[in-house]
């Protein structure tokens, strides 16, 4: 998963049981931002308070993926009022992403190009990768890439 390349495409039950296909030109036409997290952590936490509060929903599908089991998850998904559809546990996922420590993000344009990818150390970092992705879209897709530089 390079940034500036086509995202990988994975197609991954959601916590409700529908197949969703991450990566690839979006059906809706929205971008994905991809939100890996992990239960009981406090930076997670954070993180997705965060990216709830930063997405436009209209233009943006906001997606959480973690691994292990549902039960692990139920708190923090209720206390987000975080829907079974937009919530994938599947570690695949984050391999194919190159996902190591958690919370980290991707952010796909709708033509399913991987804009960015990285761990998330705080809300600035969210709020820069948004902007890129406005930015982005804007200039219409055969713009050159700027990647956002994230944590590593």
Do not use: W
Not at 33 to 53: E, M, T
Not at 107 to 131: H, K, P, V, W
């Amino acid at each position: 998963a390079v940034p500036g390349r086509a995202a990988p495409v994975v197609s991954a039950p959601t916590l409700a049981g529908d197949m969703l296909t991450i990566g690839g030109p979006s059906a809706d036409g929205r971008a994905q931002l991809l939100l890996f997290i992990a239960p009981g952590c406090a930076a997670s936490r954070s993180a997705v308070r965060d990216a709830l509060a930063l997405t436009n929903r209209t233009q943006l599908r906001l997606l959480f993926l973690g691994e292990g089991r549902a039960e692990d998850y139920a708190d923090m998904l209720r206390q987000h009022r975080i829907r079974d559809t937009d919530i994938i546990l599947n570690a695949q996922v984050g391999a194919d992403f190159r996902i190591g420590t958690r919370p980290s993000a991707a952010l796909i344009d709708a033509s399913g190009r991987l804009l960015a990818r990285g761990t998330i150390d705080g809300r600035a970092q969210l709020e820069a990768l948004l902007a890129h992705g406005e930015a982005d879209a804007a200039a219409g897709q055969d713009a050159d890439p700027k990647i956002v530089a994230l944590a590593s």
